[in-house]
Nanobody, 114 residues
Framework: QVQLVESGGGLVQAGGSLRLSCAAS????????MGWYRQTPGKQRELVAV???????NYADSVKGRFTISRVGAENTVYLQMNSLKPEDTGVYYC????????WGQGTQVTVSS
């Protein structure tokens, strides 16, 4: 079993910054990918950013240039640095790890006020 512990959500004004972190522990046999997804009421969970083995990253078009995902390999921890936040970034952010099975964190709320 794998546990994901998320932190860093909160309330911020538009234009501000937040950093989310997700630490994976437990039966991690291999690292395939870790990423962040966002869900808002009435919408499907959507990919925000992902980092895969080898360090390649991918971002949703709406966050490119504002968000940066990074990984500390030895700690199996990923960070999501979110800058220039907009009200439309509001939602519950979920960490996902594929190590190699897929696991989800409990979610952390991000609220951006206008």
């Amino acid at each position: 079993q794998v546990q994901l512990v998320e932190s860093g959500g909160g309330l911020v004004q538009a234009g501000g910054s937040l950093r989310l972190s997700c630490a994976a522990s437990g039966s991690i046999f291999s690292f395939n990918a870790m990423g962040w997804y966002r869900q808002t009421p009435g919408k499907q969970r959507e990919l925000v950013a992902v980092i895969v083995v080898g360090g390649h990253t991918n971002y949703a078009d709406s966050v490119k240039g504002r968000f940066t995902i990074s990984r500390v390999g030895a700690e199996n921890t990923v960070y999501l640095q979110m800058n220039s936040l907009k009200p439309e970034d509001t939602g519950v952010y979920y960490c996902n790890a594929i190590v190699p099975n897929s696991y989800w964190g409990q979610g952390t709320q991000v609220t951006v006020s206008s």
